[in-house]
């Protein structure tokens, strides 16, 4: 029996200094993924930029990594900007996504020196010129357009697109040269290029391969049409890593190593000189660096199931519950034991939904005070978890090498507490 090892140090002693649910990085694997991805994805026709999309897992710490690495930062709302602002991210580094971008967003990013907003739609443009004129600011874009391929995990389709709530759909070229126009007049707005997003949890090329394609032929006819230039392209995220033994991803360095083949290739066929090929991976950087650490505590027989309880839930990682996502776990003290029951792994959140792991192999020695680890947590549980029941969100740890640090501390029950008001408003 063995307990299982986190950048070198015993899950028990995480779990001793920090408490559980306990979100523990190995440090080491991040810094790999985003190594694997910059050193992968490298061309001698263009420029490559790997982007690390904050949603995933968003904090100052992991932001100083990304930047050390030499990544740049995808963000999607103006706390991720002022969490990368206090991060000392480079701001030119910054892109800005995002279908509703508030006024306040827009000045913000202006007003920060943000390198680049990514356009979703025509409202967004004509308001982004207008503030960038009032802030007498200049700011680069991308638009955000609708190739028409939807891929998930390894089965892509091609759709028409039009029903996203992101991006225009690329069939409408007359009304992205329309939304284009005031960028293009802009003495402060820069049209760099075209950006696409195709899905996520990808483990297979085709999508991507479709999506460049599709893409470099549109930059192609934009250009031949409406002389409207690309010299910027990016592809987003979305490649995907192993939740269970089912999932076979593809490793990051080699999908981008392809799609800059891919990228090359389509470029030659449609006689097109980009200057630059992103990608914005965000799951595949943290997802599989991340092993949630839970205490066990009750369980429960039923006629059909044996249940075994955790101190987190929906609160630390909704995706179960709100996308029937997969995880694998094991009982992390009781590591090499015999597999010789089927449980069911519930939270304490008070939700009949809130199952993590509706059937996991683990030892029937299984009992309460175990640490139960669930792999692959590092991406979108954090980011997305809430005060559901007054649950705090857990604290967070960097291990590498035999040393860990924490980098987001428990929430307290004082801490949410602290957005309670008694205030008369003057209306
Ligand atoms: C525009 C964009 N870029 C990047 C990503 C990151 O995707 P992933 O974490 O699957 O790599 C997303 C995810 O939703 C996205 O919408």
Same mark, same amino acid.
């Given at each position: 029996?063995?307990?299982?090892?986190?950048?070198?140090?015993?899950?028990? /002693?995480?779990?001793?200094?920090?408490?559980?649910?306990?979100?523990?990085?190995?440090?080491?694997?991040?810094?790999?993924?985003?190594?694997?991805?910059?050193?992968?994805?490298?061309?001698?026709?263009?420029?490559?930029?790997?982007?690390?999309?904050?949603?995933?897992?968003?904090?100052?710490?992991?932001?100083?990594?990304?930047?050390?690495?030499?990544?740049?930062?995808?963000?999607?709302?103006?706390?991720?900007?002022?969490?990368?602002?206090?991060?000392?991210? /480079?701001?030119?580094?910054?892109?800005?996504?995002?279908?509703?971008?508030?006024?306040?967003?827009?000045?913000?990013?202006?007003?920060?020196?943000?390198?680049?907003?990514?356009?979703?739609?025509?409202?967004?443009?004509?308001?982004?010129?207008?503030?960038?004129?009032?802030?007498?600011?200049?700011?680069?874009?991308?638009?955000?357009?609708?190739?028409?391929?939807?891929?998930?995990?390894?089965?892509?389709?091609?759709?028409?697109?039009?029903?996203? $709530?992101?991006?225009?759909?690329?069939?409408?070229?007359?009304?992205?040269?329309?939304?284009?126009?005031?960028?293009?007049?802009?003495?402060?707005?820069?049209?760099?290029?075209?950006?696409?997003?195709?899905?996520?949890?990808?483990?297979?090329?085709?999508?991507?391969?479709?999506?460049?394609?599709?893409?470099?032929?549109?930059?192609?006819?934009?250009? /031949?049409?409406?002389?409207?230039?690309?010299?910027?392209?990016?592809?987003?995220?979305?490649? #995907?890593?192993?939740?269970?033994?089912?999932?076979?991803?593809?490793?990051?360095?080699?999908?981008?190593?392809?799609?800059?083949?891919?990228?090359?290739?389509?470029?030659?066929?449609?006689?097109? /000189?980009?200057?630059?090929?992103?990608?914005?991976?965000?799951?595949?950087?943290?997802?599989?660096?991340?092993?949630?650490?839970?205490?066990?505590?009750?369980?429960?027989?039923?006629?059909?199931?044996?249940?075994?309880?955790?101190?987190?839930?929906?609160?630390?990682?909704?995706?179960?519950?709100?996308?029937?996502?997969?995880?694998?776990?094991?009982?992390?003290?009781?590591?090499?034991? $015999?597999?010789?029951?089927?449980?069911?792994?519930?939270?304490?959140?008070?939700?009949?939904?809130?199952?993590?792991?509706?059937?996991?192999?683990?030892?029937?020695?299984?009992?309460? #005070?175990?640490?139960?680890?669930?792999?692959?947590?590092?991406?979108?549980?954090?980011?997305?978890?809430?005060?559901?029941?007054?649950?705090?969100?857990?604290?967070?740890?960097?291990?590498?090498?035999?040393?860990?640090?924490?980098?987001?501390?428990?929430?307290?029950?004082?801490?949410?507490?602290?957005?309670?008001?008694?205030?008369?408003?003057?209306?």
């Amino acid at each position: 029996m063995a307990n299982l090892q986190i950048g070198g140090i015993d899950c028990r /002693d995480l779990a001793a200094v920090s408490g559980t649910p306990l979100l523990v990085y190995d440090e080491s694997k991040i810094e790999q993924q985003l190594a694997a991805a910059i050193q992968g994805f490298q061309s001698e026709h263009f420029e490559t930029e790997v982007v690390y999309a904050a949603k995933a897992f968003s904090c100052k710490a992991i932001f100083r990594k990304i930047q050390e690495a030499g990544a740049g930062l995808d963000v999607v709302s103006g706390g991720e900007l002022y969490c990368a602002k206090e991060a000392g991210v /480079d701001m030119k580094r910054i892109y800005f996504h995002g279908n509703n971008k508030s006024d306040e967003e827009i000045s913000m990013a202006l007003e920060l020196g943000c390198g680049t907003i990514v356009l979703d739609n025509r409202m967004e443009c004509r308001r982004l010129c207008q503030l960038a004129e009032e802030h007498k600011k200049n700011i680069q874009v991308l638009l955000r357009v609708n190739p028409g391929v939807e891929a998930h995990t390894h089965e892509y389709i091609r759709t028409s697109g039009a029903d996203s $709530k992101f991006g225009i759909s690329i069939e409408k070229k007359e009304e992205i040269r329309q939304l284009l126009q005031p960028a293009l007049d802009s003495k402060y707005v820069e049209f760099k290029g075209f950006h696409s997003h195709i899905g996520s949890q990808i483990t297979e090329t085709e999508g991507f391969s479709a999506a460049l394609e599709i893409m470099i032929r549109f930059i192609r006819e934009m250009k /031949d049409i409406y002389k409207i230039e690309a010299k910027h392209l990016s592809i987003g995220g979305g490649f #995907g890593i192993k939740y269970t033994a089912s999932d076979k991803p593809i490793p990051l360095g080699d999908m981008a190593g392809m799609l800059a083949r891919i990228c090359e290739e389509r470029m030659a066929a449609e006689g097109i /000189d980009l200057e630059k090929l992103l990608i914005e991976p965000g799951r595949s950087i943290v997802g599989e660096a991340g092993y949630a650490l839970y205490t066990v505590g009750f369980g429960k027989d039923t006629d059909t199931k044996h249940f075994l309880f955790v101190d987190g839930g929906m609160s630390d990682n909704i995706r179960p519950a709100l996308y029937q996502a997969e995880y694998s776990c094991d009982i992390a003290t009781r590591l090499g034991e $015999k597999k010789d029951r089927t449980y069911c792994i519930a939270g304490k959140n008070c939700e009949s939904g809130d199952i993590l792991i509706k059937e996991a192999e683990l030892p029937s020695s299984a009992a309460e #005070g175990d640490l139960l680890v669930i792999y692959a947590a590092g991406a979108y549980g954090y980011s997305m978890a809430s005060n559901y029941n007054r649950a705090g969100r857990p604290e967070v740890v960097f291990a590498k090498d035999g040393k860990a640090r924490r980098v987001l501390r428990r929430e307290t029950y004082q801490d949410q507490l602290r957005l309670e008001a008694d205030e008369q408003l003057t209306i």
